[in-house]
């Protein structure tokens, strides 16, 4: 089956190189992640772990206490966080 997914170029660029450097195809790189990604137990319990529902990263912040993240400023704990995805 065919599929289109958006993905930011700087993350294509970066599954290209490690396809080629691993001897395998971009096809091959994205298909062995996301059968990983659907065999770790956050995706058989959920992300929330009640009901087995996938729960967005950003919802389940939702549930924590909101003086834990009191002192935290979000356009720079957002931009530190963008520092790791590439």
């Known amino acids: 089956m065919k599929t289109t997914v958006e993905l930011p170029d700087a993350v294509l660029v970066r ?4 396809a080629i450097a691993r001897k395998t195809t ?4 994205i298909l062995n992640g996301l059968l990983r990604e659907l065999q770790s137990p ?6 929330d772990g009640k009901d087995g529902k ?5 919802e389940s912040l939702r549930v924590l206490e909101s003086d834990l993240w009191a002192d935290v400023k979000a356009d720079q704990y957002v931009e530190s966080q963008r520092q790791n995805w590439l």
Not at 26 to 29: A, K, S, T, V
């Open 26 to 29: 971009l096809r091959q790189l």
């Open 15 to 18: 599954a290209k190189t490690v």
């Open 54 to 58: 996938y729960m967005h990263p950003v």
């Open 42 to 47: 956050s995706a058989e319990d959920g992300e």
